[in-house]
């Protein structure tokens, strides 16, 4: 492990940046050639695995002894059920394979059964942890498929409940990462922030998870009365507790012993592996797709682009850090921004009337009928749309043939990409920071198997 | 979507003659681009768009459009065909999209894998084998990634039908 300057910061350096300008072809290139030679993927089956297992002598290559050894699927640390393949020489990992799909539920397949109204039902499901962006990237596709534009209004209850997600997202994140390295009592905090805000957004879906509040055509509801007080009142606590995160773990020098210099990533490693959020961005690179490439009305609020400088581990948890706070600004920024008007399209083919039509309207009453039993029909065609999520680039590829069913519908997980970054970030690294190198990376199996 | 392409493309369907871009027949869905490279040209145009600034392979996934009689969109000399997989590729340098839909036939579903150019696609494909069952040449763990290794079948395919657990009535063990 390498020390770095011990001076306490809240906040990632920011320089230097190495935007996409800065990065050139050849070191591309010149890292997969490195990825490719390192090797630091374990690649055998189950059976050999098992013959494998325990001692094995050194080779006449003159490599030393080597172990496999199996963690998970039901290690503490491997956030739900990742399993993961290691082969040990001594205390240090050689080589890794994470085995993933004891959470795989064909949620794809079962995408293609339920209407474009269902959807959101059933994606909200994989990254659990963030399950708004899921219902937000299938809806933009749909709308995309069906060429509508939601109202104003909707479009920032959106961004406003996504940043509420993102702040839930990365709390929980806080929580495990410090339950993950010993630092238990974070584990409290950072529950306890996430419940609070888990209670806003059941103030304005109904759930605390699994929402199915952003649908296509706008989102479920309007945001209730006194919502607003309740936010400011727990958007006004938090500064004082990320202060306190700050002082528990940021500061701390066996905290920083413990993650600094550990699971270190080149931006190019890092491209090379498709890997996106927090990860590609604690490289110093930064994108961004709410700042690169704007959807909803990210263009309409002043935030910035947190990015590390070492790829380390530390680099990870204090990025997020950060974009909790540069997620409150946000939020604040919606609730100051948000203009009046529909939260949902009116449009009787995409969405259902109003509760008050359907009484006094026979029309209504059939509209409402057809949504939800047939569905809408969609326009053939494909769309690939994808958003910013806690864990990276998360997106949806949806192929219509015209009816009220997609031909395919299927979701490029942020967690599943950035989980194939394992084992690079594992090699040569000790077995005991296999577990801080697994938490940083915050991979959410739901969304990793789906 | 604020593609950058946006503005350049009429958004629906391709012109009768197919538009060539990389050399490729290319179409635009939504205004997003689409390239429909044959088989045996894929690899190296990926290879060839890395090159042109699109250096990320955001996402790589199998479609199945066995029983889909509606228009597919595809251009003018390429040939429908049941499996496609369907590329993503992002350039960051000028912030946009392009995306590959290479045609698979049902009777020889193996394309070259991409693994050699983007080490990250690797379980990508991996899952594509395990869901459609098209086989990646060159790929260096062409294994089942998320059913278990001895699964019979691959899911996503059409005839594939969704399973249902029969549900077994019983009587009830009688407390008597």
């Known amino acids: ?450 | 979507m604020s593609e950058a392409t946006a503005a350049d493309a009429p958004a629906g369907e391709p012109a009768a003659p197919a538009e060539l871009m990389f050399g490729v027949p290319v179409t635009r869905s939504r205004g997003q681009v689409v390239l429909h490279p044959d088989r045996a040209a894929y690899p190296g145009l990926v290879r060839e768009l890395r090159a042109a600034g699109y250096w990320v392979c955001v996402d790589l996934c199998g479609v199945d459009h066995l029983g889909n009689a509606a228009d597919r969109g595809l251009p003018a000399g390429v040939d429908p065909q049941r499996f496609e997989v369907v590329v993503n590729l992002l350039n960051h340098r000028e912030p946009g999209r392009i995306r590959l839909r290479v045609q698979v036939p049902e009777d020889d579903p193996v394309v070259e894998s991409l693994v050699p150019v983007h080490p990250g696609i690797e379980n990508h494909e991996r899952e594509t084998w395990d869901m459609f069952g098209i086989r990646f040449d060159g790929h260096p763990d062409p294994t089942r990634i998320l059913l278990p290794e001895d699964w019979d079948g691959h899911p996503l395919r059409k005839d594939d039908p969704a399973g249902r657990i029969p549900v077994q009535f019983k009587a009830a063990p009688s407390a008597r």
Request: aromatic share 6%; glycine share 8%.
């Open chain 1, 1 to 450: 492990m390498t020390t770095l300057d011990p001076a306490p910061t809240t906040t990632p350096a920011a320089s230097p940046v190495v935007g996409p300008s800065a990065v050139e072809l050849h070191v591309l290139e010149d890292a997969v050639t490195r990825l490719h030679d390192d090797g630091a993927v374990l690649r055998l089956g189950e059976a050999e695995a098992e013959e494998r297992s325990g001692y094995q002598p050194p080779t006449e290559e003159g490599v030393g002894e080597r172990m496999i050894m199996n963690m998970g699927p039901q290690h503490p640390s491997t956030h739900g059920v990742l399993r993961l393949v290691l082969e040990l020489d001594g205390e240090q990992v050689t080589r890794s394979k994470p085995v993933i799909g004891y959470l795989h539920t064909g949620m794809e397949k079962t995408g293609e059964q339920l209407t474009y109204l269902q959807g959101p039902t059933n994606v909200t499901r994989m990254d659990y942890a963030a399950p708004l962006f899921n219902e937000l990237v299938f809806s933009m596709a749909t709308e995309t498929l069906l060429g509508v534009e939601v109202p104003e209004r909707a479009q920032w209850i959106r961004m406003l409940m996504c940043e509420l997600n993102r702040l839930s997202s990365h709390m929980l994140f806080m929580a495990t990462n410090g339950m993950d390295l010993g630092a238990v009592g974070m584990m409290i905090y950072g529950w306890r922030e996430r419940e609070e805000l888990l209670r806003l957004l059941e103030m304005v879906t109904g759930l605390r998870m699994n929402h199915n509040y952003i649908r296509p055509g706008g989102v479920a509801a309007d945001l209730p009365d006194g919502f607003a007080e309740r936010l400011d009142a727990v958007l006004d606590t938090l500064p004082d507790r990320l202060e306190e995160f700050d002082t528990l773990m940021t500061g701390q020098p066996i905290w920083r012993d413990r993650l600094q210099g550990v699971g270190v990533i080149t931006a190019e490693e890092a491209l090379a592996l498709g890997a996106t959020g927090p990860i590609l961005r604690s490289t110093g690179y930064a994108w961004d797709l709410r700042r690169d490439m704007p959807y909803l009305r990210y263009d309409d609020v002043d935030f910035d682009v947190v990015v590390g400088s070492y790829g380390d581990c530390f680099d990870r948890y204090a990025i997020r850090l950060a974009e909790i706070r540069e997620s409150i600004r946000i939020v604040r920024q919606c609730m100051d921004k948000m203009p009046s008007g529909d939260y949902r399209l009116q449009d009787k083919k995409v969405t259902p009337p109003p509760r008050a039509r359907i009484d006094e309207s026979m029309e209504a009453l059939i509209h409402h009928f057809k949504i939800f039993t047939e569905g809408f029909k969609v326009p053939e065609g494909e769309v690939y749309v994808a958003v910013e999520s806690p864990r990276g680039e998360l997106g949806c590829y949806l192929v219509s043939d015209g009816s009220s069913h997609p031909v395919r519908m299927h979701i490029r997980g942020p967690s599943f990409a950035n989980l194939h970054t394992l084992p690079h970030l594992m090699k040569d690294s000790l077995i005991a920071d296999t577990v801080a190198i697994i938490s940083s990376v915050d991979p959410i199996m739901g969304d990793v198997d789906r």
